[in-house]
């Protein structure tokens, strides 16, 4: 009779723990939480992110703190340092344009915010005045002292749109007293397409690619003071 018990106790555990991965529960091969972690050390700069699929990297749930492993948000940080780079939140998705990013993100604070925008809005031929608008409205929906607007990386299939958006960024980001970071400019060849074994598809950097840009944008957030010197006032698209 006890062992028939045991017996009965392991199946309903066994079934229990089942039930547990059907109703959502944690399993081992689901990915852990990328972002909201702040580093042990107590020192660190906090930033939020609004992007597409450079930032994305596939992930669907990047506002729930998921990157995909080719984002340049994993690279920030120097490997082998102690962190100081803290990752909290905002929001991207693959295709999204900067109208979308300016819709779904959700209000919060940082240290910095970074905005690596506006691929899918060349694609889709979007303007620059409009995609500026947008820009604006979102750094008025996150608070902080900090703007950190990135170049795009290269697209081998528009290559002199490209060149003209992140010449548009950087006037931008001086127009507004935001901080321009050339990210990009490590990913390029000399015909301004990607250089060779950073990109598998002529628009997105991989893993290789990846490191490079989160390395850019995570120096200028590490070497740059964060000062209160960005205008978010307005919405209206700059002339």
Not at 44 to 55: K, N, P, Q, R
Not at 152 to 179: C, H, I
Request: negative net charge; charged residues 15%; contains cysteine.
């Amino acid at each position: 009779m006890g062992t028939r018990k045991t017996l009965l106790v392991l199946a309903c555990l066994t079934l229990f723990a089942g039930l547990l991965g059907l109703s959502g529960g944690p399993r081992a091969n689901e990915p852990v939480p990328q972002a909201f972690a702040l580093p042990a050390n107590g020192v660190h700069t906090t930033f939020m992110v609004a992007g597409d699929s450079i930032t994305a990297a596939g992930s669907h749930t990047v506002a729930a703190g998921n990157v995909g492993e080719a984002s340049w948000v994993n690279y920030v940080n120097t490997p082998g340092a102690p962190a100081t780079l803290a990752w909290t939140g905002g929001w991207a998705l693959g295709g999204a344009q900067s109208g979308d990013m300016a819709a779904a993100l959700h209000h919060g604070s940082a240290d910095a915010l970074v905005l690596l925008a506006g691929t899918n809005d060349l694609a889709h031929g979007t303007p620059h005045a409009r995609i500026a608008q947008n820009l604006v409205r979102i750094t008025s929906i996150v608070q902080a002292p900090r703007v950190l607007l990135s170049s795009v990386p290269p697209r081998d299939d528009a290559v002199e749109a490209t060149v003209e958006y992140n010449d548009f960024l950087q006037q931008l980001a001086l127009d507004r007293g935001w901080l321009f970071i050339d990210a990009a400019a490590g990913l390029r060849s000399e015909e301004d397409t990607f250089a060779e074994g950073l990109s598998e598809d002529g628009v997105h950097p991989n893993v290789a690619g990846a490191r490079i840009l989160g390395a850019a944008i995570g120096q200028a957030l590490t070497t740059k003071p964060i000062v209160a010197d960005a205008n978010t006032n307005g919405t209206e698209p700059l002339g």
